[in-house]
């Protein structure tokens, strides 16, 4: 089901590898696709596309019309004329990511950006790969799905989760570890957050947005001859750890926790999510 966002990719391949860790086939100048973030029916779908035609909006009227715009090097032409585009057509909210080589592009995008254009932020990627850009991707998708379902505008709407006790018990050890803000019991396999606690987090997204990392990772963990399973994956932001620990015992299943920086301490919760995943029962 639609979440209302619209990613126009100006990338010569980091959009087209980013699609096919999920098994879509995409390229420039090929149809605009249809991109489920999980397997589940109920998992969010984001429309991916190149540039729209003059003629068509940038975002549908009866959509929240967010906007994503996924930039490269050797796209500054393009990148100005959908900036104001956007502008013209008064879309919502629009975020722009910029991969690191897109030098041009920024400072072309960046002279055009006023103060009062509060519906636009622009992003520099920390790197090129698709992993990473997921991972922004989907963290950008949690703050728009909180922001458009306050005036309920989304069709992304959080499942009723059924916890066993020892589920609904692990999830309150979990977030009771000093700097916990939301934790998830996810399977990767499917995408569906299977218990979870804390707020701040739309964890139904978080559970479809890292069941692609994590898939990532173990493709290329398998394509790299490298026979060790991974232990866990730690994603950096300013102000947060994101977490994700496999399960040994439950293959196909993650524990995902997300840290305040400032109050966690990461070592500390590292130790502690592996002491609560041996008593963990699903």
């Known amino acids: ?3 209302g966002v619209r990613v126009i990719d100006l990338t010569s391949s980091l959009g087209g590898r980013a699609l096919a860790k999920l098994g879509v086939a995409y390229a420039p100048g090929k149809p605009r696709v249809a991109v489920r973030l999980a397997d589940s029916e109920s998992a969010p779908v ?3 596309g190149g540039p729209p035609g003059r003629d068509e909006p940038l975002c549908e009227p009866s959509a929240p019309s967010a906007l994503v715009l996924l930039i ?3 796209a500054v032409h393009q990148a100005r004329e959908l900036f104001q585009r956007a502008l013209n057509e008064a879309v919502r909210c629009v975020r722009i990511f910029l991969m ?3 030098i041009m592009e920024e400072i072309a995008l960046k002279q055009m950006l006023m103060p009062h254009h509060e519906s636009i932020q622009l992003y520099r990627l920390p790197d090129s790969s698709s992993e990473t850009l997921w991972f922004v991707l989907i963290e950008e998708l949690q703050k728009l799905s909180a922001r458009f379902s306050s005036g309920g505008n989304t069709d992304f709407r959080k ?3 059924s916890m066993s006790s020892n589920l609904s018990q692990s999830m309150q050890s979990i977030i009771s570890i000093e700097g916990a803000m939301a934790a998830a019991l996810v399977d990767h396999q499917s995408g569906m957050c299977l218990a979870q606690a804390g707020s701040g987090v739309d964890l139904e997204l ?3 947005g890292n069941t692609q990392v994590v898939r990532a990772k173990l493709k290329t963990m398998e394509s790299l001859g490298l026979r060790k399973g991974i232990e866990d994956i730690l994603i950096t ?3 947060q750890y994101h977490l994700i620990r496999l ?6 299943l993650f524990l995902y926790l997300v840290l305040d920086k400032a109050r966690g301490n990461l070592a500390l919760a590292r130790y502690k999510l592996t002491d609560i995943e041996r008593s963990l029962k699903v």
């Open 247 to 252: 399960i040994p015992n439950s293959p196909g």
């Open 72 to 74: 490269g090097p050797g």
């Open 1 to 3: 089901m639609s979440c």
């Open 100 to 102: 690191p080589s897109a």
């Open 159 to 161: 499942r009723e989760v």
């Open 237 to 239: 932001l300013g102000d």
């Open 46 to 48: 984001i429309d991916w």
């Open 206 to 208: 978080a559970a479809a």
